[in-house]
């Protein structure tokens, strides 16, 4: 997801966002184990998507800006 279509989100969106990425991150770290993963670069992708959401909730906290 772009960076833009993120920050245009709200801070409630952010959070659903951040719990699915986190799951997926889970979901991919368990097919890795099992020897199952098909794509290694999906956990790259993922790992940086949680950093820009973090990111950004944690650029709105410091600011005060809760959208």
Do not use: C, W, Y
């Not at 959070?15 to 099992?34: I, P, Q, T, V, Y």
């Not at 290694?40 to 800006?65: C, F, H, Q, W, Y």
């Amino acid at each position: 997801m772009d960076i833009n279509e993120l920050r245009s989100k709200d801070s409630q969106l952010l959070g659903k966002e951040l719990s699915e990425l986190r799951h997926e991150a889970f979901r991919l770290r368990m097919g890795r184990n099992s020897g199952q993963l098909a794509k290694p670069s999906e956990m790259k992708r993922v790992r940086r998507e949680v950093a820009r959401v973090l990111t950004i909730l944690n650029e709105r906290k410091a600011s005060g800006d809760s959208q």
